[in-house]
């Protein structure tokens, strides 16, 4: 599986933002997808995640209610809605994606750069 992400770009705060992570090769057998970010100094920590059922999706207190986390079957795409940014937003995110319920997520994509400016 190979995923690849875009969308971040830099946005005043308040704006909005929409990232894709776009999953091909063989994505039989993907038990969920997740959105990561990771900060200067920071640890690389889960934003959302959903089933690739598209059921299920998880959200970090600190941006439920202003993400959102999609699937399109067809696609094979999850994107992350992002509403209403702050500038704590800013970090780079990475998608990934596991096969098992109970496993890592060990298949990522490269990072995209999300900078809110306030």
């Known amino acids: 599986v190979q995923l690849q992400a875009s969308g971040g770009g830099l946005v005043q705060a308040g704006g909005s933002l929409r990232l894709s992570c776009e999953a091909s090769g063989r994505t039989l057998g993907i038990y969920s997808a997740a959105w990561f970010r990771q900060a200067p100094g920071a640890e690389r920590d889960m934003v959302s995640s959903i089933a690739w059922s598209g059921i299920n999706p998880y959200y970090a207190d600190s941006v439920k209610g202003r993400f959102t986390i999609s699937r399109d079957n067809a696609k094979n795409t999850v994107y992350l809605q992002m509403n209403s940014l702050k500038s704590e937003d800013t970090a780079v995110y990475y998608c990934?994606?596991?096969?098992?319920?109970?496993?890592?997520?060990?298949?990522w994509g490269q990072g995209t750069q999300v900078t809110v400016s306030s």
């Open positions: 990934a994606v596991r096969k098992r319920s109970n496993g890592r997520y060990d298949i």
